[in-house]
């Protein structure tokens, strides 16, 4: 599919996309509304600009795709494989992860909030410098992942796996250590006295 011009035309609405080849096209500026995509190859793609709204990716290959100043918002990706895909800007408000493979992914600044990563796979995984207030991460595993300059305020974050992971910088307020696993993450002293005084501790000199 060739690159589209800088200015967009009209949104394609309710479009049913299914297997095609789309490896190592560039889009820009495109709009999608209530689109689907099943089994469609996105290896090494590169969006830019681009806007997914209300769409369903059901078994997409997203390896190695490039995603700059791009929006997935309310989108829903089921079985998709998300090896090595990097996002820089972008913004993926109240989309749903549902049986994807994140990792490992790399995302750079944008919007994330109210994003369904529930139980997902995240061992490893980079987020920098994101938004992700009231994110669903509940039971995720994050062993080693990097959450660094990170809003994770009012995040659902109960039974997270945040063994060895990098957090400081991050809003951790919404966490609950008594119910997370936390041995080895690296915290800030600031983040720490958060995390002491939501057990119920008080810190003295």
Same mark, same amino acid.
């Given at each position: 599919?060739?690159?589209?011009?800088?200015?967009?035309?009209?949104?394609?609405?309710?479009?049913?996309?299914?297997?095609?080849d789309w490896y190592a096209d560039e889009f820009t500026g495109r709009r999608?509304?209530?689109?689907?995509?099943?089994?469609?190859?996105?290896?090494?793609?590169?969006?830019?600009?681009?806007?997914?709204?209300?769409?369903?990716?059901?078994?997409?290959?997203?390896?190695?795709? !490039?995603?700059?100043?791009?929006?997935?918002?309310?989108?829903?990706?089921?079985?998709?494989?998300?090896?090595?895909?990097?996002?820089?800007?972008? !913004?993926?408000?109240?989309?749903?992860?549902?049986?994807?493979?994140?990792?490992?992914? !790399?995302?750079?600044?944008?919007?994330?909030?109210?994003?369904?990563? #529930?139980?997902?796979?995240?061992?490893?995984? !980079?987020?920098?410098?994101?938004?992700?207030? +009231?994110a669903d991460l509940s039971g995720a595993d994050c062993t080693g992942a990097?959450?660094?300059?990170?809003?994770?305020?009012?995040?659902?974050?109960?039974?997270?796996?945040?063994?060895? #992971? +990098?957090?400081?910088? $991050?809003?951790? $307020?919404?966490?609950?250590?008594?119910? #997370?696993?936390?041995?080895?993450?690296?915290? $800030?002293?600031?983040? #720490?006295?958060?995390?002491?005084t939501s057990l119920g501790l008080h810190v003295r000199g």
């Open positions: 599919m060739p690159d589209t011009p800088a200015s967009p035309g009209p949104a394609e609405t309710e479009v049913v996309f299914r297997r095609e999608f509304e209530r689109c689907e995509f099943h089994d469609v190859d996105l290896t090494e793609a590169v969006t830019r600009g681009v806007s997914f709204v209300d769409c369903v990716f059901g078994n997409v290959r997203f390896n190695a795709s !490039k995603h700059v100043d791009t929006a997935f918002t309310g989108c829903t990706f089921a079985r998709c494989n998300l090896f090595d895909a990097e996002f820089t800007g972008c !913004k993926l408000v109240g989309s749903r992860f549902t049986e994807c493979s994140l990792r490992p992914m !790399k995302v750079l600044g944008g919007d994330w909030s109210f994003t369904g990563l #529930a139980t997902a796979d995240l061992r490893g995984v !980079k987020f920098q410098g994101v938004r992700m207030r +009231e990097t959450f660094a300059d990170v809003d994770l305020s009012g995040a659902e974050l109960l039974d997270v796996k945040l063994g060895g #992971a +990098e957090l400081r910088g $991050s809003d951790l $307020s919404a966490l609950d250590p008594s119910r #997370a696993e936390l041995g080895g993450a690296i915290v $800030s002293p600031e983040q #720490a006295t958060v995390l002491v």
